[in-house]
């Protein structure tokens, strides 16, 4: 990955934990969406009408998505590692994104909130846990509280974008999520991670790789 070739020295730990909470960033903007796009999709406004019986499963297979995304999380961040599982839900976004831009149906749409549900819910564990094992005691706190930060500034962000067009929206929010991809293959994964699985070699590199020094 491209940590291998870039360096940001003893602010390491700044620059992976603000990428990780972009990932919050996410899940806020997902969590304000409806309210910024039911308008449109009730009125016809976006190129098609969905009922309010439709807008009802819409929000409740979110929910549904929430609460199925633990069983698998906690799997994928000890096997293939925290990092790596955040990157595999996030191209899952990417997916919701297009299928939200694309879709003129209500099933598509299912689909697509589905995912979405499955990310915040993720994300809400993945990302505190990776900042968590990468930052220093000193620091740990105030990283980790980043993320809530972010998460309303996702949703702020979607509250900016209610007057644009539905697709412009959609677009808008999709972002973000482009945005955290590259991000993520640019930070170390979790030195934490190796040690679970007794790498000790690939685990003193990225840590030297967030601290800026062999002095860890």
Request: charged letters at 10%; one cysteine or more; glycine letters at 8%.
């Amino acid at each position: 990955m491209l940590s291998r070739f870039i360096s940001f020295g003893f602010f390491g730990e700044y620059v992976a934990a603000f990428v990780v909470s972009i990932a919050s960033f996410v899940s806020g903007l997902m969590m304000g969406l409806p309210d910024a796009v039911i308008p449109q999709l009730t009125s016809g406004a976006a190129g098609f009408t969905l009922t309010e019986s439709e807008i009802s499963v819409m929000l409740g297979i979110m929910s549904a998505g929430s609460f199925v995304s633990p069983l698998p999380s906690g799997y994928f961040m000890d096997h293939i590692g925290r990092r790596n599982s955040l990157i595999l839900f996030n191209l899952l976004t990417m997916i919701s994104w297009v299928l939200l831009v694309v879709s003129k149906t209500p099933f598509p749409i299912y689909v697509a909130k589905f995912i979405t549900g499955m990310w915040v819910s993720f994300e809400y564990t993945a990302a505190p846990v990776y900042v968590g094992e990468i930052t220093s005691p000193r620091l740990r706190g105030s990283l980790t509280s980043l993320g809530e930060l972010m998460f309303f500034f996702g949703v702020l962000y979607t509250s900016l974008l209610m007057n644009l067009s539905y697709e412009t929206i959609i677009v808008s929010c999709a972002v973000p999520s482009i945005v955290l991809l590259f991000g993520l293959i640019l930070i170390p994964e979790s030195p934490y991670f190796y040690l679970m699985k007794r790498n000790r070699k690939m685990a003193l590199k990225n840590l030297v790789w967030l601290r800026g020094s062999m002095k860890v």
